[in-house]
């Protein structure tokens, strides 16, 4: 049972960024909702804190075998505190954290099979066979585990399991994990990875330690302070040892990062600390969390959007992929004159997908007035390439993941869009919500000219070319850009005509044309509309300028009939026409 340094175990997850019981909750939960029954209606999780004194922490010691970590503790250089230098002290507490979870599949499958459940969950390490699952997981990179014992001061723990064997009869099963640093002792060498179970070496051969199945499991549980599970009541229950976590700060976790699934009714969770008391996540009684359920509801369609505090955007489609719906509420301050949202998360998004967990408070911009909120919920279509966007920590959706990797980079083009998309609506929002700006100074660039009459109510009477140019072309407007409502939506359409000038000596010319539709972006060209254009000419791709088309021009018109994909009423948009001799690059 050779492999990577214990350590490997425990390293994973260390660097995160994110308090450890929030590390703790996301991932401990994630683990129970990926392996929820199918049919079931809600996985149920209970975080239940232990401090055992006198004669129970002798008992648990003895039955554990913590002495022999004990024996060799300079050996390991473990951190301190930890409890190793008084496990004999029977009034010093042993801090114990128990994690149940249930209606849950338990670590099926034959657990001596590389591809069962209880090995990829306890001896593996970044195991990604949850990637190439057809069901909707959170996790993918197997490295979930290294949670529990990071969360140790002393790097161990236990795993009990009621499940399904490879045969599909029941099954009980504990095993007990060490996750040191390489080190020697009495002159060997030892990887630091440590086991409690069977050990079935045989003979000179590689160390292998089975776990405990059935009686012995179920008895030896019982001694280590394990819940006692039904017959029927299949499920996982973790141990920390020497837990170095506050029971406070988990049930806070729980609410930051799994409130969507909370108020679907779709998890239920419990946090008993060392006295007793029990606690359940309220998230919606967290004044800092109202505001972005309140986002998750307009995104979800439970509420409607008034798009003047509460607004609701769906991202445009790409190549037949729904990408996701966004719901974005404008803050309102309390009676201190204080907005309930803390300062890092302002024009934050919450960013939500499948299992229902809040990934990231996403905001890669400076926040702005006034502030606002907002929920991003990504649509099943795109799941999968959203979960291989995401680093070990599942703490965010990077574009340059090495994991989106495909032949046409059609999956980073789709997360890059969503998160820019994301932005743009929130400025959409933030703009609609806002007082207007001040007046944007009168020189007015080339291209702004060219398109003022957009910009700007039409007149009436003759069109007017759209501007003089050295180039012997004119363009000229049969029919100014305008807006049309379609539902609740607008979509762009425009006509235009070219020719060449009467006062030049040339009876034709092959000239290339380009017609873009930007949205506008904090005063920046965004993404381009898809447009839909029909030519009285013929038009062929330019091989010389990537987005351009070639056409025969002459001193008759050549008209062009452009009109846009739907597209949210909240933004600004410009119709761009170019034209010029194909022999200007």
Not at 116 to 134: A, M, N, P, T, V
Not at 441 to 449: S, V
Not at 484 to 506: I, N, P
Request: contains cysteine; negative net charge.
């Amino acid at each position: 049972m050779g492999g990577a340094a214990g350590e490997a175990f425990t390293n994973t997850l260390a660097s995160s960024g994110m308090h450890p019981a929030a590390v703790l909750a996301r991932e401990a939960i994630q683990n129970s909702v990926d392996a929820r029954v199918k049919g079931e209606a809600k996985v149920s999780v209970r975080f239940v804190a232990k401090s055992l004194v006198r004669a129970e922490k002798a008992q648990f010691v003895s039955v554990s075998g913590l002495g022999a970590v004990r024996s060799r503790a300079n050996a390991l250089k473990i951190n301190q505190p930890n409890c190793l230098r008084t496990l004999g002290d029977a009034a010093k507490p042993l801090n114990l954290l128990y994690i149940d979870d249930y209606n849950t599949t338990g670590l099926e499958g034959d657990p001596t099979d590389p591809d069962s459940k209880f090995y990829r969950f306890l001896l593996s390490l970044g195991d990604g066979s949850k990637e190439h699952s057809k069901e909707h997981t959170g996790g993918s990179y197997g490295f979930g585990k290294s949670v529990y014992s990071s969360n140790s001061a002393i790097l161990s723990m236990f795993a009990y399991s009621r499940t399904l064997d490879g045969d599909g009869k029941p099954l009980s099963l504990l095993f007990g994990c060490g996750y040191f640093r390489k080190h020697k002792f009495e002159d060997e060498h030892f990887t630091g990875r440590a086991w409690f179970g069977v050990d079935v070496t045989p003979e000179g051969g590689l160390q292998i330690v089975e776990p405990l199945l059935n009686d012995d499991a179920d008895r030896v549980a019982a001694d280590l302070g394990f819940a006692t599970r039904g017959p029927d009541e299949k499920g996982t229950s973790v141990l920390i040892v020497d837990a170095v976590v506050d029971t406070d700060e988990i049930l806070k976790g729980v609410e930051d990062w799994w409130w969507p699934r909370l108020i679907r009714n779709e998890l239920d969770v419990m946090v008993v600390d060392s006295r007793g008391k029990e606690s359940f996540p309220r998230p919606k009684k967290r004044e800092d969390l109202k505001p972005f359920i309140d986002a998750f509801y307009l995104a979800d369609g439970q509420s409607p959007p008034n798009n003047k505090t509460d607004f609701r955007k769906s991202l445009l489609k790409v190549d037949d992929l729904a990408l996701g719906v966004a719901g974005f509420k404008l803050l309102q301050k309390n009676r201190k004159d204080e907005y309930s949202v803390e300062e890092e998360r302002l024009d934050s998004v919450a960013l939500i997908r499948a299992p229902l967990m809040v990934v990231a408070y996403y905001r890669s911009w400076n926040a702005q007035n006034p502030p606002v909120v907002g929920t991003f919920f990504a649509d099943e279509d795109i799941d999968d390439i959203l979960r291989s966007a995401e680093p070990p920590a599942h703490d965010r959706w990077d574009p340059d993941a090495r994991r989106l990797q495909d032949a046409t980079g059609q999956s980073r083009a789709i997360v890059d869009r969503v998160l820019r998309a994301i932005k743009r609506n929130l400025r959409a929002s933030q703009g609609a919500a806002s007082p207007p700006p001040p007046p944007r100074p009168k020189k007015l660039t080339m291209l702004e000219r060219t398109l003022a009459n957009f910009l700007t109510p039409a007149k009436k009477g003759s069109q007017q070319p759209v501007e003089a140019s050295s180039a012997p072309i004119n363009l000229f407007y049969d029919q100014e850009p305008r807006a049309v409502a379609v539902g609740d939506k607008l979509r762009l359409t425009a006509a235009f005509s070219v020719k060449l000038k009467a006062e030049e000596d040339v009876d034709d010319m092959v000239a290339r044309v380009r017609v873009t539709c930007p949205v506008i972006e904090d005063s920046q060209l965004g993404d381009d509309l898809r447009l839909s254009i029909t030519a009285s000419a013929h038009l062929e791709t330019d091989p010389a300028k990537e987005g351009w088309s070639r056409f025969v021009l002459t001193q008759s018109s050549v008209k062009f009939v452009c009109e846009s994909e739907l597209y949210d009423p909240l933004w600004t948009v410009k119709f761009v026409p170019e034209v010029e001799p194909a022999g200007q690059d």
